[in-house]
């Protein structure tokens, strides 16, 4: 595979603030990189936690991850963009980061219902990175076993290369781009993705068998040295379903989520409409909605969701006929 342009900075500049204006609509295109940031999951020092390169017109989406430790003192959990050139740098970016919680399940929800809200809307921030300046796209502070995670859409639309860091730091105190780099031998995933949106088709006859669609058991080959990452957090699942009623008589069809690798929350987009469930044990099915269907006719549902932080993933989507 010829070598994506992911690089890794060494940090050396000074920091200094960036100016930004009011949300607004942007061309949008598909992120082509997904970037996860998961090692350390649990932080124990202060330091680099993830580092890459973004250059314009080539869209990434940031997936960042990182508890607290117990007993550990508050840390700044800060996610920003360098500019290390003599030229400036304009940006767009969504970011969907909700307040650090010790509830990891319920934290990686909210933070993927908000995504996936503002995903729907398209509505990002532009802001422009002066020559050796930075731009801060998300910061948190974690109390002790607090869990700081966020997605960040960002697309570079001119402008010369950005460092895009993530790093923990002393709160309250000037932002840092000089430190020590993390060593961990944590398990979890960090680096690089391809394949960062997924698209599916699918097609369900009413009178046939239910059509289960299975989200979140893609594992994606890291680009840089490391772990794959399972699971396909931070990846888009977006389609189309199809459903066709042959019959002579209208029919209900009904939608519904199922956990497969273990307890799970989930949030789902249908036609512009938004599901969302809590705690759900593994193999409980939770039903989302019921159409009916007219007799010989189609009905087209677009579908969007993605898996979730602190849940365990695979899970099924279920089309079936309702009686």
């Known amino acids: 595979m010829k070598k994506i342009l992911v690089l890794i900075f060494l940090l050396s500049s000074a920091p200094v603030g960036a100016k930004g204006i009011p949300p607004q609509i942007t061309p949008k295109i598909p992120a082509v990189y997904l970037f996860f940031s998961d090692h350390p999951e649990v932080l124990h ?19 960042y991850y990182h508890q607290n430790g117990r007993g550990e003192p508050e840390r ?3 996610v920003f963009l360098e500019n290390f050139y003599s030229t400036p740098a304009l940006a767009s970016f ?3 980061s909700p307040p650090p919680s010790s509830s990891i399940m319920e934290t990686g929800h909210k933070a993927t219902v908000l995504f996936l809200k503002k995903y729907s809307l398209k509505t990002e921030k532009i802001i422009t990175i002066p020559p050796h300046h930075f731009a801060i796209l998300s910061k948190q502070i974690l109390k002790q076993e607090e869990l700081g995670t966020g997605f960040i ?13 993530v790093s923990s730091q002393k709160p309250y105190l000037p932002i840092q781009t000089k430190y020590i780099k993390q060593y961990s031998n944590d398990p979890h995933a960090k680096g690089g993705y391809v394949i960062p949106h997924l698209f599916f088709s699918a097609v369900y006859k009413i ?10 058991d893609l594992p994606l080959p890291n680009l ?7 699971g396909s957090y931070g990846m888009i699942w977006e389609g189309k379903i199809l459903i066709f009623n042959p019959s002579a008589a209208a029919k209900n069809v009904s939608f519904w989520f199922e956990p497969r690798g273990g307890s799970a929350t989930a949030t789902f987009i249908l036609n512009h409409k938004i599901f969302t469930f809590h705690y759900t044990p593994p193999y409980r099915k939770e039903i989302l909605e019921t159409l009916r269907i007219n007799p010989d006719s189609w009905k087209s549902v677009h579908f969007l969701s993605m898996p979730e932080g602190g849940s365990s993933y695979p899970i099924d989507f279920i089309v079936g006929e309702k009686n």
């Open 207 to 216: 009178g046939d068998p239910e059509k289960n669609i299975l989200l979140g």
């Open 153 to 165: 859409q960002i697309q570079e639309l001119k402008g010369p290369p950005l460092a895009l860091i």
């Open 76 to 78: 700044l959990l800060v």
């Open 224 to 230: 840089l040295p490391g772990k794959p990452l399972k």
């Open 94 to 96: 969504t970011d969907s």
């Open 45 to 63: 020092q202060n330091g680099l936690l993830f580092s890459a390169g973004i250059i314009p017109l080539k869209p990434i989406r940031l997936n």
